[in-house]
C-alpha cells in the first residue's frame, strides 16, 4: 500500500509553491495547471483558467492568480490577436461601410462648450431635454477636432478595446475575450448611427457598462483592493449617469441580478459578497435619489402627449393597453437581443425582404382584393412567430438555470441566470415606452443595447465552458471558430435586411452594404483577372 502511495505521489505534477491562498476557503492555488489541491470540500483540479468543484465552483476569474508566470507572460502573442480585430473593423467600416457622417449637433444647429452649464441637462432638441456630459459632449469636442466620420472610427477603435481589456480582466479566457470583442466589433447593433449619428453616444455607453461590470465582478471576486473596485464601479456609474439615460436600464438590472445573487449567497452563507451585493445596491440608489429628481423636472418628454418618449403610464384609464405593451415590448427587445448575432435568413420572412411585398401581393391574383393587405402584414410581422418562440426558451432557461444554482449552489448557472437576467432587463426603459410603429419590426436595436452586451456576455461564457469542459479540443476548436464566422457572415448580411425593415416602417434606410460592396469588389476583381 505505502509502495502504490509512493508511485501515486510520484506521478503527480511536480508543485513548485503557492502563488495565492484563500482564506475564505481554505484553498492554496498552485501554479501548475494540471496540480489537485485540496480544499475544505475534497480534491478537485485547477484548469488553466478556472477551478471547477460541484460545491466551490469558483467564478471565472477568482483562480487568475493559478495562472504560472512564465505561461501569463507567454500570452502576449495572444493579445495581438486584437490589432488584427481593430484592422478587420477598420477594413468594413472604412472600405465596405464608407459614409460620410453628419454629427447630431450640427444638424440641429447646436453647439456646447466646456462649462458649468452642461453638467446639468440641456436642450439638444426635437424637444429632448438630456445630460450630455459624458456622452453627446466628449463625442462633440472630438467631432470638433478630428470630424464626423474620423470620430466614428475612433469610437470603433475605443469600444473594441475597452472590450477586449474588461473581458480579458474578468475571465483571462481567450475564447471568452475574443468572442466579446468580436461580437462589439462586427455586430450590427451600432448600425443605426450611420442614419442618426446622435447614437455614436452608445459605444461610450456600451464601454461604461463594460468598465462598471468589471469592476462590480471584482468586487464579488477580488482577494486585495476592493476599496479601489468599489470607488471605480461608483465613479463609473456617477459618470455615466450624467451623460444618458441608459444607466437606469443597468439599475433595474442590478437589483434584480442583486436579489437573485443575495439568496444563492445567503444560502451559501457566503457573509463577504452579499456586503459587496449591499454596497452596490445601496450607493445606486443613493445616486438614484439625487438624479431622479432633476430628471422629474427637466425630462418632460417623456409625458409629453405625442413624442416618441411618452410612456404607457400615460394611458389614462387604460390599463390593458399599457399592459399589453409592455409585454410586447419586453417580447421584441428580448428577441432582437438574442438573435442579434444570427444571420438575415433566421430573423423574418424570408420571401418578404427578397421578392418585396409588391411581389407578396402580385402573387395572390386578385383574390379578396379589398383585405389582400394583410398579406403583407402577414410577412412583415412573421417574426412574431420566432419571437415568441424565442421568449418561451428564454423563460424555460431562466428558470432552469436559476433553479439549479439555489438548489445545487452552482455558481455556473448562477452566472448563466444572471446574464439571462440582464438580456431581459437590458432595456427596462424603454419597454416602458409607448409602442410605436417602429417597432413593428426588429430593427432598431441601439434601443436594447445593455441586452444585447447581457447576450454577447452569454455567448461568451458558454463558449468559455465548452472549451473548457469538451475533450476533443479541435472540436471545441471547430465550434468556436464557426460562432465567430457565423458573427462575422451576419455582420456583412444584416445591414441590408435591417434597411429593408426599416424602410418598411417609414424610416430611413441605412446608406450601407457591406455584403453588396463586397460582392462588388470581388466581381471586379474577377474581371480584372480574367481580363488580364
Not at 459614409?99 to 447646436?110: G, I
Not at 482577494?223 to 433595474?252: K, P
Not at 458573427?487 to 456583412?492: A, E, N, T, W
Request: charged share 15%; with cysteine; hydrophobic share 45%.
Amino acid at each position: 500500500m505505502d509502495r502504490q502511495r509512493g508511485g501515486a505521489a510520484r506521478d503527480r505534477p511536480r508543485i513548485d509553491r503557492a502563488v495565492a491562498i484563500d482564506p475564505r476557503r481554505s484553498i492554496t492555488y498552485y501554479p501548475c495547471p494540471s496540480a489537485r489541491v485540496r480544499g475544505e470540500n475534497g480534491q478537485f483540479p485547477i484548469g488553466r483558467r478556472m477551478i471547477r468543484s460541484t460545491v466551490t465552483d469558483l467564478p471565472i476569474a477568482e483562480t487568475a492568480a493559478c495562472l504560472p508566470h512564465s505561461r501569463a507572460g507567454g500570452l502576449g502573442w495572444r493579445h495581438a490577436g486584437v490589432v488584427l480585430v481593430l484592422l478587420l473593423n477598420f477594413a468594413i467600416r472604412f472600405g465596405l461601410e464608407r459614409h460620410e457622417h453628419v454629427w447630431y449637433f450640427d444638424l440641429r444647429h447646436k453647439d456646447f462648450g466646456l462649462d458649468w452649464s452642461v453638467l446639468l441637462p440641456v436642450e439638444i432638441g426635437g424637444n429632448q431635454c438630456v445630460w450630455i456630459t459624458s456622452s453627446h459632449l466628449p463625442i462633440h469636442l472630438l467631432v470638433r477636432a478630428f470630424g464626423a466620420s474620423q470620430t466614428f472610427y475612433l469610437l470603433n477603435a475605443l469600444v473594441i478595446v475597452v472590450t477586449y481589456a474588461t473581458s480579458w480582466l474578468i475571465s483571462r479566457s481567450t475564447t471568452f475575450t475574443y468572442t466579446m470583442t468580436l461580437g462589439m466589433a462586427l455586430g450590427t447593433q451600432f448600425h443605426y448611427s450611420y442614419v442618426l449619428s446622435g447614437t455614436f453616444s452608445m459605444y461610450l455607453q456600451v464601454a461604461y457598462l463594460e468598465i462598471i461590470l468589471l469592476c462590480g465582478f471584482k468586487m464579488l471576486t477580488a482577494r486585495r483592493r476592493v476599496g479601489a473596485w468599489r470607488a471605480g464601479f461608483i465613479g463609473t456609474t456617477a459618470f455615466m449617469s450624467i451623460g444618458f439615460d441608459t444607466w437606469l436600464n443597468f439599475y433595474v438590472f442590478l437589483l434584480v441580478a442583486s436579489g437573485f445573487l443575495a439568496w444563492f449567497y445567503a444560502r451559501r452563507g457566503d457573509r463577504d459578497r452579499l456586503r459587496e451585493l449591499r454596497f452596490a445596491v445601496l450607493a445606486t440608489t443613493a445616486l438614484l435619489a439625487v438624479w431622479l429628481p432633476v430628471k422629474l423636472v427637466t425630462g418632460k418628454q417623456h409625458f409629453t402627449r405625442g413624442s416618441e418618449e411618452e410612456v404607457i403610464l400615460d394611458y389614462h384609464g387604460r390599463p390593458l393597453l399599457a399592459i399589453e405593451d409592455f409585454a410586447s415590448n419586453l417580447v421584441t427587445y428580448t428577441f432582437m437581443a438574442t438573435t442579434n448575432y444570427l444571420p438575415p435568413a433566421l430573423i423574418t420572412s424570408n420571401s418578404d425582404f427578397h421578392y418585396g411585398s409588391a411581389a407578396v401581393m402580385a402573387e395572390q391574383h386578385g383574390y379578396h382584393r379589398r383585405q389582400a393587405q394583410l398579406v403583407a402584414m402577414h410577412h412583415l410581422f412573421y417574426w412574431y412567430f420566432h419571437a415568441g418562440m424565442v421568449f418561451v426558451a428564454y423563460l424555460y432557461l431562466l428558470g432552469r438555470t436559476s433553479s439549479a444554482a439555489i438548489g445545487r449552489h452552482s455558481l455556473t448557472c448562477a452566472c448563466i441566470a444572471v446574464m439571462l437576467i440582464g438580456i431581459g432587463t437590458g432595456a427596462a426603459t424603454h419597454v416602458m415606452i409607448k409602442y410605436r410603429p417602429y417597432m413593428s419590426v426588429p430593427a432598431l436595436s441601439y434601443k436594447c443595447m445593455p441586452s444585447i452586451l447581457a447576450a454577447t456576455y452569454l455567448i461568451a461564457f458558454l463558449l468559455m465552458k465548452l472549451r473548457e469542459r469538451l475533450r476533443w479540443r479541435r472540436l471545441s476548436g471547430t465550434i468556436i471558430v464557426a460562432c465567430w464566422a457565423i458573427i462575422l457572415y451576419s455582420g456583412l448580411a444584416r445591414p441590408a435586411l435591417l434597411s429593408d425593415l426599416q424602410a418598411k416602417v417609414g424610416l430611413a434606410r441605412l446608406p450601407v452594404d457591406p455584403a453588396a460592396r463586397l460582392l462588388e469588389l470581388g466581381q471586379r476583381g474577377w474581371r480584372s483577372l480574367a481580363g488580364d
